[in-house]
């Protein structure tokens, strides 16, 4: 398998515009993960999904943020209107939980607002 | 709400040199603890996951420990090698799956 896919892998954008990042998730994996990376805050867990289904936001920092998982193999986390503190690594990970809580993570995406 | 402490924040050690890394968490009521490896620009990755009824994990050059009455993980790594220069961070899982993670570890090996 390839892994977690994560993309775009760096995208620098400017405050106000719409942020996209995207996730497939490794194939048969029943949980996704999304968690933020800063240096001030460390790795902060946005939102999670089972069965595609979210069961934790609270995490999400404010309404611009948004996530959606519409099918095993897919998932999005949008930020509108992106601003210059949301710079920071997000990352996406999934488990496939019958087998045991080995998690694996993408590569993340490097977002900078200007 | 779950803290995480890592001690030290980072360190340095020249290389062959056994070390020990700490991590500390507030709510003994976890489902595991898991250890992870990050280099610089790059995503987690596993090394060692206990589950919360055994007291230890080992791999290759790692040992990881766990006692949960006290609420303190460590990593140990023996023989250690520049490869091994890497953020080494500690999470614990709650029953529902996600992780609360430290601050992470950055550790140097000198050649």
């Known amino acids: 398998d390839a892994g977690v896919i994560q993309s775009p892998r760096h995208e620098v954008t400017e405050m106000g515009q719409e942020v996209t990042l995207r996730c497939k998730p490794i194939?048969?994996?029943?949980?996704l993960f999304w968690y933020r990376q800063t240096m001030m805050r460390g790795l902060e867990l946005l939102i999670y999904?089972?069965?595609?289904?979210?069961?934790?936001d609270s995490g999400m920092p404010e309404d611009r943020f948004s996530a959606k998982m519409p099918n095993a193999s897919f998932s999005t986390l949008k930020i509108q209107p992106s601003e210059p503190r949301d710079s920071a690594v997000y990352f996406c990970?999934?488990?496939?939980?019958?087998?045991?809580?080995?998690?694996?993570f993408g590569e993340g995406s490097w977002l900078t607002v200007v | 709400k779950q803290e995480v402490t890592q001690i030290p924040a980072a360190l340095s050690v020249p290389e062959g040199e056994n070390l020990v890394l700490n991590c500390s968490f507030t709510?003994?009521?976890?489902?595991?603890l898991q250890w992870f490896r990050q280099d610089p620009g790059k995503g987690l990755t596993s090394l060692l996951l206990?589950?919360?009824?055994?007291r230890e994990q080992t791999s290759g050059r790692l040992n990881a420990s766990l006692d949960k009455s006290s609420g303190r993980s460590t990593l140990y790594i023996a023989a250690s090698q520049p490869g091994d220069s890497a953020t080494y961070l500690c999470?614990?899982?709650?029953?529902?799956?996600?992780?609360?993670f430290g601050s992470g570890t950055q550790l140097t090996v000198l050649p």
């Open positions: 206990i589950q919360s009824s055994q």
């Open positions: 194939s048969g994996h029943d949980y």
């Open positions: 999904f089972n069965n595609n289904v979210p069961i934790d």
């Open positions: 990970a999934s488990i496939y939980s019958p087998a045991g809580n080995t998690i694996y």
């Open positions: 709510d003994s009521a976890i489902y595991n």
């Open positions: 999470a614990v899982s709650g029953s529902a799956r996600q992780l609360t």
